[in-house]
C-alpha cells in the first residue's frame, strides 16, 4: 500500500521557518522524483519545488527560491522542504508528490507540473501570520 505522509506543518509568524517532511511507503522511493505542492483557498493547486530521483537536479518555482531547500534522504524514504523567510501568502496545505518510479522525466518540465505525479499525501496545513 503506497503512503505519503506529510508532517512539519503549523502556525508561525511570518520571517519564521518550518521544515516538512514526507515519509514514503510501498513503493520504490529512491526510484521516484518527489515535487511539494501547495493550494491556498480558493486558488488551484501549485508548484513549489521538485527533486529528481538521485537528488542530483532541484526545480524550485519563484516563490521558493532563496527561500526554501527540497532534499532527500533515500535511505530513510523521506523528502524535506525546508522553508525560510515565511510570508503570510505560504499560507496553504502543503502537499508531497511522487512520481511511478522509473528514473528522471524526459523533460525538466515535467517536473513543475502535478499531472507528473501519481502518488500524493493527505498535506500539511501551514500558516503563516502577519
Known amino acids: 500500500q503506497v503512503q505519503l505522509v506529510e508532517s512539519g506543518g503549523g502556525l508561525v509568524q511570518a520571517g519564521g521557518s518550518l521544515r516538512l517532511s514526507c515519509a514514503a511507503s510501498?513503493?520504490?522511493?529512491?526510484?521516484?522524483?518527489m515535487g511539494w505542492f501547495r493550494q491556498a483557498p480558493g486558488k488551484e493547486r501549485e508548484f513549489v519545488a521538485a527533486i529528481t530521483w538521485s537528488g542530483s537536479n532541484t526545480y524550485y518555482a519563484d516563490s521558493a527560491k532563496g527561500r526554501f531547500t527540497i532534499s532527500r534522504d533515500n535511505a530513510k524514504n523521506t523528502v524535506y522542504l525546508q522553508m525560510n523567510s515565511l510570508k503570510p501568502e505560504d499560507t496553504a496545505v502543503h502537499y508531497c508528490a511522487a512520481s511511478v518510479p522509473g528514473g528522471d522525466f524526459s523533460s525538466s518540465s515535467y517536473y513543475y507540473t502535478s499531472r507528473s505525479y501519481y502518488y500524493w499525501g493527505q498535506g500539511t496545513q501551514v500558516t503563516v501570520s502577519s
Open positions: 510501498g513503493f520504490t522511493f529512491s526510484r521516484s522524483n
